[in-house]
């Protein structure tokens, strides 16, 4: 059994080999360039890391949310593409533009603010991202022509570059996902009858560029997929070829023999059928454990299936062991990649009632990364 590095309680290992080759596999199944999602740091797992491991593995640009997401990997020394999708009102592209992110744009006023950005013999690059049925951001449909049109107007003057126009897909069903693109083609083809023709269109994220090959346009953006989690309820991420990059572990911080009764953590919402061990996981839901996992979150100990007994509390939480010879600084793990024999995000996500998204994206900062291998 694998042990934690000494004077370790808790960690992620974060398998970078994971995330390039994921990249790779998606490249190729897709036929298409990949944006990698690096928003929210990484989805956990690092943004400076995985944006590393995603440009290694042949993505040809980064996307974030924000900005602030964008400036950092920046600062860090990332060159690549970037583009950056979700802005504060009101607020300043100046810097964004100075060191070269793209702008997602979801309206005439941050067009302008854009190109008001821009200065000498730099235009602001620019994504031009259309409302298609989510209702989320972007241009509405009523306000196209006049975007498109002064959008067109500013990079004849040298002050925009339109690099894209892009939406996203509410992944209800395939009709409605279709019925979108359907809309998107329409925005495109006006585009166009207004000096409007980008090199790059890009819709789908990682559930449509795998389910529905006429989203994909040469160009997807992949979130999920790089760090090898599955999108879908009914598909693993080995049915995808995907292999997770996250396992988060922790070791077992005391072993307890208790007679049946024992009441266990908060409200005694567990109680021992018998007489049995119980062992102390030292990751609580201030490290993204969910309470919503209490008495149904797995772990795997020493190549046995175990679950959460009792209330996840902040810092830790308890495993009803049984007679297992468990000791104290076994590794336990809570998830990493299934075909290891441990969970996986997405059964952590089935037994919180949430999304393997947001068991990863929720790994608290105290929580260290470590690279492996
Ligand atoms: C987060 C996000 C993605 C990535 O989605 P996945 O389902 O993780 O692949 C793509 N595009 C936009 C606009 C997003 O907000």
Not at 18 to 41: F, G, P, Q, Y
Not at 224 to 238: E, K, N, V, W
Request: proline fraction near 5%; charged fraction near 20%.
């Amino acid at each position: 059994m694998s042990r934690l590095p000494a004077g370790v309680m808790r960690e992620a290992t974060i398998d970078v080999d994971a995330i390039a080759d994921n990249v790779r596999h998606l490249r190729r199944l897709t036929e298409s360039e990949v944006i990698a999602v690096v928003k929210a740091d990484g989805y956990g797992h690092g943004a400076e890391r995985a944006a590393r491991a995603a440009l290694a593995g042949g993505a040809s640009r980064l996307g974030v949310a924000d900005i602030g997401e964008a400036l950092a990997l920046r600062r860090a020394g990332i060159r690549a593409p970037i583009v950056a999708w979700l802005h504060a009102p009101g607020s300043s592209f100046d810097e964004a533009v100075a060191q070269r992110i793209e702008l997602g744009i979801s309206s005439f006023e941050q067009l302008q603010r854009a190109a008001a950005a821009s200065s000498g013999d730099r235009p602001a690059h620019v994504h031009l991202k259309l409302e298609t049925g989510l209702g989320r951001n972007g241009v509405a449909p009523e306000d196209q022509r006049l975007v498109f049109a002064e959008a067109a107007r500013l990079e004849r003057i040298g002050r925009l570059r339109v690099v894209a126009l892009f939406s996203h897909l509410s992944n209800t069903t395939a009709d409605d996902d279709r019925a979108a693109i359907a809309v998107f083609d329409k925005s495109v083809e006006i585009a166009a009858s207004l000096g409007l023709r980008p090199p790059l269109t890009h819709i789908a994220a990682t559930h449509a560029a795998i389910a529905l090959p006429e989203s994909r346009r040469g160009c997807v953006r992949i979130g999920i997929g790089i760090y090898g989690l599955s999108p879908f309820d009914d598909r693993t991420s080995a049915d995808l070829g995907l292999r997770p990059a996250m396992t988060l572990r922790a070791a077992v911080a005391a072993v307890r023999r208790v007679p049946a009764g024992q009441g266990v953590s908060y409200g005694y919402s567990f109680r021992t059928p018998r007489e049995t061990t119980l062992a102390l996981v030292p990751l609580g839901y201030a490290d993204g454990v969910p309470r919503h996992a209490s008495n149904v979150g797995p772990v795997s100990i020493a190549g046995a299936g175990f679950r959460v007994a009792g209330r996840v509390a902040m810092d830790q939480f308890v495993v009803d062991v049984g007679d297992a010879p468990v000791q104290v600084g076994d590794e336990v793990v809570l998830f990493g990649d299934p075909t290891l024999g441990v969970p996986s995000a997405s059964d952590w996500g089935d037994a919180a009632g949430t999304i393997n998204y947001e068991i990863v994206t929720r790994i608290g900062a105290r929580v260290p990364r470590r690279e492996v291998p």
